[in-house]
């Protein structure tokens, strides 16, 4: 079935550090993937998306790149800030009413 | 407000009680959704509705009901709450499901924090 694995938490680093948060993907044919962010106390938001192969979602500063061969979907930003701390969700939404898909949530931390 | 909000943030109740998550969404978007987050577990789906009058089942839906009678209200109900239930419920909604559109993204509520005692 489908099905989305994300690298566990908590990251730790300090601000203005390069972040990259794993996430690969199981799903037949072509789903759309997502990047949502969780901030303390709050719900979930989109932070990018991306609809087919190779597609490039951005948002904020962070990037994430749709690699079908790899079944990829890695979030990175060059140089985070003590602002991004929160947990990050990466999904997948395949075929008409299949819902999405989210993995378990990475804790992202930046130190000042 | 524009939006998708959900009462009440907290609510504390004890075992046995009938409990009621309201949701209610002004975009009329067709699709909406109830998850629960609890540790460990990410967010696991509980109902969802494609349009009014339309329900069924997600991954947990064991011990819940849900209605939607109008497209813009999506409550969710606990008949009678146990401990297990004890956790963060989020609603959301999109305005279709379509993959590969610009259409399936899913906004999300605040979360109501629930305690049942």
């Known amino acids: 079935g489908n099905s989305v694995t994300q690298m566990e938490g908590p990251v730790t680093l300090s601000e203005e550090a390069f972040l990259t948060i794993n996430c690969t993907y199981t799903?037949?044919?072509?789903?759309?993937l997502f990047w949502y962010v969780q901030y303390p106390g709050e719900g979930l938001q989109l932070l990018l998306k991306a609809t087919k192969a190779d597609d490039k979602g951005s948002n904020k500063g962070f990037e994430a790149t749709y690699r079908k061969e790899t079944t990829s979907f890695h979030l990175e930003k060059g140089s985070v800030q003590v602002s991004d701390s929160a947990v990050y969700f990466c999904?997948?939404?395949?075929?008409?009413?299949?819902?999405?898909?989210f993995g378990s949530g990475t804790r992202l931390s930046i130190r000042p | 407000d524009a939006g998708i909000t959900q009462s009440p943030r907290y609510k504390i109740t004890e075992t046995g009680r009938q409990v009621t998550l309201m949701c209610h969404q002004t975009w009329s978007h067709s699709y909406m959704f109830w998850y629960r987050q609890d540790l460990g577990h990410g967010l696991r789906l509980i109902y969802y509705s494609a349009a009014a009058d339309i329900t069924d089942k997600g991954e947990v839906p064991d011990g819940y009901v849900v209605s939607r009678s109008k497209t813009e209200n999506f409550p969710l109900t606990l008949e009678s709450a146990t401990r297990s239930q004890t956790s963060v419920y989020f609603c959301?909604?999109?305005?279709?499901?379509?993959?590969?559109?610009?259409?399936?993204?899913?906004?999300f509520g605040p979360g109501t924090r629930l305690t049942v005692l």
């Open positions: 799903a037949t044919g072509y789903p759309s």
């Open positions: 999904a997948l939404s395949r075929s008409s009413a299949s819902k999405i898909i």
């Open positions: 959301a909604s999109s305005e279709s499901q379509t993959s590969g559109t610009s259409t399936d993204t899913q906004y």
